[in-house]
């Protein structure tokens, strides 16, 4: 016998519909089991969500967990006691997750269908405009631990998104909001997505903020396609996050400090990404690796959406230290993703002496 045996897996490929439509609430849960015919499922669902729309859903109580709403529920004992239902209710690698809420709710969900029974089956119902244009799609599923955010987590994709535009209606501003930021970050990543095509998101995005801003549905829904299909492509290309995929994270080094040195309870998730875009322009901007006048095209675009710079009464030393423990970090180098051209971004070591001198970080 050789003491060397190679072993070569052959990476299982799945794809994956994503349903959107504008239908009554009430067809869901039919059109799903339709599609899917489980015998046995647990539907994770968002306190929030279970309050509004519970009822015209109309999942049985005994299918259902309900995750009280915030990130800080994002975490591990949440995650067994969700396995203990499944455990209880017997199901087994052919039943599914359903998840129907925001990225909370999809992030813990996705896990709990990731690593029971090393993997069942798994329905994203996204909520959030956020969970809608982003979250839902791409695989990545994870909690949260004392140490950071999304730091026990793995990549496992959906069997099936439905996505139903009526859920936005519901949403309160500062959600909706929150969801519009990693709209708004498309605008800045997309030349970089390598997609088939060019969809001008900055320039639509310019030309309809109101009409967005008013939750327009025919300009929902073409926003939310437009970040489904770039975020497509950049997945596809590079599930795992060895390459491409880490220019999702445009804004989210910084913006992840912001959300883990107040503890999760004073930034939303978008809220503090818009203010890691608006950290990353200044910064490549005094850097001088961007011109004046993309620095300005992209205040412009954040200002039409309401999300102003602004500097914090947190000190920028400390933030550096979080990102240093950030995932895309190693020992020594933060790294982040900068804006070089309208559009187009780079990965990049963060140069902290730079940002220590400059005091208005
Ligand atoms: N997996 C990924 O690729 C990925 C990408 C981006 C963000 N995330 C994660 O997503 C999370 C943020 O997601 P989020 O912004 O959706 O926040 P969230 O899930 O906390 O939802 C925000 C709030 O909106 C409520 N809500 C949900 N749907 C509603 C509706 N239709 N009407 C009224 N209220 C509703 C929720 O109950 C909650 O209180 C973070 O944990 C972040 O790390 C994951």
Redesign the pocket.
């Known amino acids: 016998m050789p003491n060397k045996i190679d072993v070569e897996i052959e990476e299982k490929r799945k794809s994956y519909p994503i349903n959107i439509d504008s239908d009554n609430v009430e067809n869901l849960k039919n059109k799903i089991l339709k599609d899917f015919n489980f015998s046995k499922y647990l539907v994770v669902i ?4 279970y309050k ?1 729309y519970g009822k015209q859903l109309g999942f049985s109580k005994d299918d259902l967990f309900i995750l009280k ?3 800080i529920q ?1 975490n591990i004992k949440n995650y067994q006691k969700i396995l203990q239902c499944c455990e209880k209710k017997g199901l087994n690698r052919k039943s599914a997750i359903i998840a129907v ?7 813990i969900a996705g896990f709990v269908a990731a690593t029971f029974m090393r993997g069942m089956n798994f329905i994203q119902v996204p ?2 405009l ?2 809608c244009v ?2 839902s799609v ?1 695989g ?3 909690i949260d631990t004392e140490y950071g ?2 730091l026990v987590g793995t990549f496992y994709q959906p069997n099936a998104v439905y996505i139903n535009l009526n ?2 209606n ?3 501003e500062r ?1 909706y909001k ?2 519009l930021a ?1 709209v708004v970050k498309y605008a800045f990543i997309e030349k970089s997505c390598e997609a088939r095509f060019d969809y001008g998101l900055y320039d639509f995005l310019s030309v309809h903020y109101q009409k967005i801003l008013d939750r327009d549905l025919r300009f929902l829904e073409k926003i939310i396609k437009v970040c489904i299909e770039l975020k497509i492509s950049v997945v596809t290309k590079d599930e795992k996050e060895a390459g491409l995929r880490k220019i999702l994270n445009f804004g989210h080094t910084y913006g992840h400090a912001l959300e883990k040195i107040t503890n999760y309870k004073t930034f ?3 809220e503090a990404v818009a203010y890691g875009i608006h950290f990353i322009f200044n910064y490549a901007h005094k850097l001088k690796l961007i011109d004046a006048n993309y620095k300005e095209l992209a205040v412009v675009l954040m200002h039409k959406f309401g999300f102003f710079d602004k500097t914090f009464k947190y000190p920028i030393e400390k933030l550096i230290e979080i990102m240093k423990k950030d995932k895309k970090a190693d020992d020594e180098n933060i790294k982040v993703i900068l804006p070089t051209m309208k559009g187009y971004v780079k990965e990049d070591i963060l140069n902290i002496n730079e940002v220590l001198l400059k005091s208005d970080f």
């Not at 809420?101 to 992030?107: A, F, I, K």
């Open positions: 968002s306190e929030k969500v509004l709403d915030g990130e994002k809420g925001g990225g909370v709710v999809g992030d909520t959030t956020l969970a982003d979250s791409g990545k599923v994870a955010k999304n859920f936005i519901t949403l309160d959600q929150s969801g990693e939303t998730h978008g």
